[in-house]
């Protein structure tokens, strides 16, 4: 299949591509584009306009700032699973990019452009709301900093205005005694998840201090384990995968379809939830 007929621009700074964007035609950013581009060719995307920011410096630089791990939003997700810097601080970033499509996907995508995309079978959409990053956006009006929690609106929606651009994503850093993991089921390695879980577990004396738990690819959007989080926090460690397991499915409405009903969903969450916080807790231990 091929894409329609489309203008292409490469800025070479961040106001110039908003100057773009904010203009009269219907223009989309191009980041990585390993998602923009199929839905190009199966046309299912019709912009007037691409917007490519490979051009931009700046943006594809990993570093810290006090208690965060800065990610430019150019920075392939190759780059940043295969990095001693994110492995050491954030690990978990590292653990779900592995789960990511296939290296050669993962060679050309990018953070930001996976994190803006907000598919919600995503890995790290996921993440990003279960540790509270907070996704950097320069728009018309400026610079802002949008907590991840208020990104994710719905299938393939956020909150960002139609002229802003991320420019980065902010991790907390792993702090003592932290473990982490991400989960899924996909049909096959490197399809979409059907479902999939992120857990980041804080332990101290064999007691759950903190827990972090998301699910994906059961809404239309990632979602947190509010219920379970709050239910292993002061949990002996060994109890906790159990937990989890019994609350993390609370009040979620589960995406149903003839393939995968929403039953089979909520009964895989349930397990992988499990997994995520048993693997988090053997991590931090």
């Not at 691409?50 to 570093?63: F, N």
């Not at 208020?150 to 473990?179: C, H, K, N, Q």
């Not at 509010?226 to 019994?246: K, N, Q």
């Amino acid at each position: 299949m091929k894409p329609p007929p489309v203008d292409y621009a490469a800025p070479e700074t961040l106001d110039a591509a908003v100057g773009l964007l904010a203009g009269d035609l219907d223009a989309k950013v191009l980041a990585g584009g390993q998602s923009l581009v199929p839905l190009l060719s199966m046309r299912l995307a019709f912009p007037d306009l691409l917007v490519d920011l490979g051009r931009i410096a700046g943006l594809d630089e990993i570093r810290e700032s006090g208690r965060h791990l800065v990610i430019g939003a150019m920075v392939r997700q190759r780059d940043a699973e295969t990095s001693e810097q994110v492995a050491g601080r954030c690990p978990l970033v590292v653990q779900a990019l592995r789960h990511v499509a296939h290296p050669q996907i993962r060679a050309r995508g990018t953070v930001g452009g996976s994190v803006a995309h907000a598919d919600p079978a995503g890995e790290l959409p996921a993440v990003a709301i279960a540790l509270d990053a907070r996704v950097r956006v320069r728009g018309p009006e400026g610079d802002r900093v949008v907590p991840a929690a208020e990104l994710y609106r719905g299938m393939l929606t956020t909150s960002l205005a139609p002229a802003e651009i991320v420019t980065a994503v902010e991790f907390p850093v792993d702090g003592e005694g932290s473990g982490s993991a991400c989960v899924e089921v996909a049909p096959r390695a490197g399809d979409f998840a059907v479902c999939g879980a992120v857990a980041r577990v804080s332990t101290v004396g064999g007691v759950v201090a903190e827990a972090r738990l998301a699910l994906f690819g059961v809404a239309d959007r990632p979602l947190r384990a509010a219920a379970a989080e709050a239910a292993l926090r002061e949990t002996p460690a060994a109890e906790a995968p159990g937990v989890a397991a019994a609350l993390a499915t609370e009040d979620v409405a589960f995406a149903d379809d003839p393939q995968i009903p929403a039953g089979y969903r909520r009964q895989l969450a349930a397990v992988l939830a499990r997994r995520a916080v048993a693997q988090a807790v053997e991590a931090a231990a």
